[in-house]
């Protein structure tokens, strides 16, 4: 929580990931086998300019465990992730990224019972991106992002004509800059424009629910980091949402955070701030829950 100006779309938390770039002197590879899970890694050179990396798992829990254990429910799930990066010259980078993953789960409350209702669940992410890195001079660098992601998510109980399902994609450009004033002042700032795309569809012996929405994201924001002494960081900053739905958001979220180094292993650290979700979770008592956007009213902490 309390996480800077330049995240936004969230209201508790922020997961940052930086993937592997890869060997960029020899052909490496590592693979770990398991009774539950299998999984590779490989990196290798692209001549003198770049490097490539990939990796691959997959769990077969429901092949080596389940037959021996019923009760368990039959699941597994594998992804892979394929990244490359290129040094067009000393001031430009380019960076490719993919990843897709899937999960399938069959439960039956009651496997002994040849009619007892059984839950199917398949779901999965797929995402790509395309990242510009270039250097204006020692003070000032930028990134610039083309991504995409797509969810989807099946679910079908046969027994009683139940089927879901629920897609959210993401076609997002987005710029990054940072300028160091000094040693120790630096600022941070950029944008990013989003469409987004939802839909339920729902067919049950209640009814037939078809919801479908675009949406399109536009946000600004600005940040300084201040270390007026080895011992302090602090980092004002404001976000400013447009979000065009069925009516159009105008929100500022203000931003500030504080650390003291108070020694070596101890750290102190304040935050505030206001932040904005427009992407919802319904949950329910089971797995599947349901991802759509908030487009009819306002959601804040």
């Excluded at 949402?241 to 955070?257: G, I, K, S």
């Excluded at 020694?263 to 089971?286: C, E």
């Amino acid at each position: 929580g309390g996480f800077t100006a330049d995240y936004g779309g969230r209201l508790s938390s922020v997961l940052d990931v930086t993937n592997l770039d890869g060997n960029r002197k020899e052909f490496q590879g590592t693979a770990e086998i398991s009774i539950l899970a299998a999984k590779a890694t490989v990196q290798m050179p692209i001549g003198n300019i770049g490097a490539v990396s990939g990796s691959f798992r997959r769990t077969y829990l429901a092949e080596t465990i389940t037959p021996f254990y019923p009760e368990i429910p039959y699941y597994y799930f594998y992804d892979g992730h394929l990244k490359g990066f290129f040094d067009l010259n000393a001031n430009n980078k380019i960076t490719l990224s993919f990843y897709n993953g899937r999960d399938k789960l069959n439960f039956s409350p009651n496997p002994d019972d040849s009619e007892a209702p059984t839950f199917d669940y398949y779901w999965g992410n797929t995402t790509g991106s395309l990242r510009w890195t270039h250097i204006f001079n020692p003070r000032f660098f930028s990134n610039f992002w083309v991504t995409m992601s797509h969810f989807d998510s099946e679910f079908n109980i046969a027994q009683v004509n139940v089927h879901e399902t629920n897609d959210l994609s993401d076609i997002s450009f987005k710029g990054q800059f940072e300028y160091a004033f000094s040693n120790s002042l630096s600022a941070n700032f950029g944008f990013e424009q989003k469409s987004l795309h939802t839909k339920l569809a729902q067919d049950t012996p209640g009814g037939i629910v078809d919801v479908e929405r675009d949406e399109q994201l536009h946000t600004g924001y600005a940040s300084l980091l201040w270390q007026p002494t080895i011992r302090w960081n602090i980092e004002p900053g404001v976000r400013y949402n447009q979000f065009n739905a069925n009516r159009t958001f105008n929100d500022w979220a203000p931003r500030f955070a504080a650390k003291f180094r108070l020694t070596d292993t101890i750290n102190l650290k304040a935050s505030t701030g206001v932040f904005y979700q427009y992407l919802n979770k319904i949950p329910r008592l089971f797995i599947a829950d349901i991802w759509m956007m908030n487009s009819c009213c306002d959601q804040s902490n």
